[in-house]
């Protein structure tokens, strides 16, 4: 079953699978927020972005390569740039991953210290009401208990449920940011003898067209 889902994908002479990215225009792979800016400087279009995330999370550890067929082919130069800037856009998503992190650390580290603040503040008071109390102490006393320990877990519990998923998003993203594109023109036929496919969106299918701006 596995490797009938490979299957679906071209591959190139390595034998590495192509993930297949249509467009009109170069400037269609890029946001539309600032046409001025560099390619270095500039966002990847966001359908493009979750398209190439969920097609290389699919794909595992499976080598993999990115194919942008186009209506027509920029020089070299050009090609270099934007190039860098796919794998710099993949390298700043990394750096947003660790941010989010270093938030995640900060935040159950807080909620740690507040946990324990009040278990010992709990002990304290449970000792200095002894035994007899009233009810309105008593509930006092374990409503302290409770916070404590609802704080303990909530700090346990972001940094278990946050921390892996995160790393494996940091991995994703430096194996987006190595990759080296290549580039096709529209003109040129795959190895099976077709011509790149048109829209398709879900991941999993081996081409995907972005939409003209």
Not at 142 to 154: D, F, K, M, N, P
Not at 156 to 170: D, G, H, K, Y
Request: aromatic share 12%; proline share 4%.
């Amino acid at each position: 079953m596995k490797r009938d889902f490979f299957n679906r994908y071209e591959r190139d002479s390595n034998g590495s699978i192509l993930i297949d990215v249509a467009a009109e225009k170069v400037e269609d792979l890029y946001s539309d927020f600032d046409r001025s800016a560099p390619y270095i400087r500039r966002d990847l279009d966001q359908d493009l972005v979750d398209y190439l995330i969920n097609c290389a999370r699919e794909l595992e550890k499976e080598p993999f390569t990115i194919s942008f067929t186009l209506a027509r082919t920029p020089d070299e130069a050009r090609l270099t740039r934007i190039r860098r800037s796919i794998n710099n856009f993949f390298l700043y998503l990394v750096e947003v991953e660790r941010q989010k992190i270093r938030q995640m650390v900060r935040k159950s580290l807080v909620l740690f210290c507040i946990g324990v603040t009040i278990l010992f503040v709990a002990v304290w008071v449970n000792r200095w009401l002894g035994s007899e109390r009233t009810v309105v102490a008593n509930v006092f006393a374990e409503g302290l208990t409770v916070a404590a320990w609802v704080s303990l877990w909530e700090a346990l519990a972001i940094f278990l449920i946050e921390w892996f998923p995160r790393l494996r998003n940091i991995n994703l993203y430096r194996r987006l940011a190595t990759v080296h594109p290549v580039f096709r023109s529209v003109s040129e036929t795959m190895p099976n003898g077709e011509k790149a496919s048109n829209f398709s969106a879900n991941p999993g299918s081996p081409d995907h067209t972005v939409p003209a701006s």
